[in-house]
């Protein structure tokens, strides 16, 4: 796995061992999901929930985005995350917590311009996850859910409503906008 473009482009990133810690996404995915998002990460504040290896964020930060949060509740997936965070040079940049990602959106002081939520898909915690999200994101602010192409979300979810699917695969990643009140 490595970051594809920007800043750190081509750096390798590791990632926590098992496959039951982190299912990192794909190129063709992470290649779909910024370049829907591409005229917007200049200067975004972003948060990279269920993070595994810090992939999202990181490509995120080599692309512009001003800041990035980490969570994930697997010391071995923070473990992996800083490492790959101070490999690419990111470090003044970052902050990560080594919490569970419900429990940190429900203290969150911080808001977000974009988001990635990318749980294992077996816990199925997107429908629970996504209300919440939607109370630390900026009005305007962009969601990304990556799930198994055979799991239905809502069409909203708290301020959040969905404006686009896309399919990989087996793999099917929605994108949310929180509506500007």
Do not use: H, W
Request: net charge positive.
């Amino acid at each position: 796995m490595r970051v594809i473009t920007g800043t750190a482009k081509g750096k390798r990133l590791v990632t926590p061992e098992g496959k039951d810690i982190t299912r990192p996404t794909g190129d063709k995915v992470k290649e779909g999901i910024f370049s829907s998002i591409q005229f917007i990460l200049e200067g975004a504040d972003v948060l990279d929930l269920f993070a595994g290896s810090g992939q999202l964020g990181i490509e995120a930060l080599s692309r512009g985005a001003k800041t990035a949060v980490f969570v994930d509740k697997a010391k071995e997936a923070q473990k992996c995350i800083s490492e790959n965070i101070k490999n690419c040079g990111f470090a003044d940049r970052s902050r990560v917590k080594t919490m569970d990602a419900l429990l940190y959106l429900s203290s969150a002081m911080e808001r977000f311009d974009i988001a990635f939520l990318d749980p294992p898909y077996a816990e199925e915690q997107l429908p629970v996850a996504l209300p919440a999200v939607s109370k630390v994101m900026r009005p305007g602010g962009m969601v990304f859910c990556e799930t198994a192409k055979n799991i239905d979300l809502p069409e909203t979810a708290g301020e959040l409503v969905k404006v686009k699917e896309y399919r990989y695969g087996r793999t099917k990643v929605l994108a949310y906008r929180r509506e500007e009140n």
